[in-house]
């Protein structure tokens, strides 16, 4: 999903997940409210007080959240709210888990030929 700047209004709260070196000591999210949002950048602040943070607007990177602006690894990736933080982190663990069952790493896999021709209708869907 190609998030656009539609996708966020001022005072709209957004999730942003710990990533980087945050990531490393404090997992899960923190959420913010969008203070501007503008061509480029949606700038996202936890308080009152401060800039706030920018995150990029890419026209071109298909993703479900956007990159924070920064010249190293940023520490947030914005959702555009908590619910689709939670999709997302649903849908991961789910592929995990579908990945883990379906292809073991070593062995063959236990599927019958009835659930590999229902999963590759739906990836084909």
Do not use: W
């Not at 996708?7 to 997992?27: L, M, T």
């Not at 520490?75 to 592929?95: G, H, M, T, V």
């Amino acid at each position: 999903m190609l998030l656009t700047k539609n996708d966020f209004k001022i005072d709209q709260i957004v999730a942003c997940k710990h990533a980087g070196n945050k990531a490393r000591y404090d997992k899960g999210y923190t959420l913010g409210k969008v203070k501007s949002v503008g061509k480029k950048y949606v700038t996202v602040s936890f308080s009152d007080v401060g800039k706030g943070i920018q995150f990029t607007l890419e026209d071109s990177f298909e993703r479900d959240y956007l990159i924070q602006k920064s010249n190293t690894i940023g520490d947030y990736e914005l959702f555009p709210s908590e619910q689709a933080y939670l999709d997302y982190e649903e849908k991961n663990r789910k592929i995990d888990e579908i990945e883990t069952k379906a292809f073991p790493r070593y062995g063959q896999s236990n599927l019958t030929i009835d659930q590999v021709r229902r999963i590759y209708e739906i990836v084909n869907e």
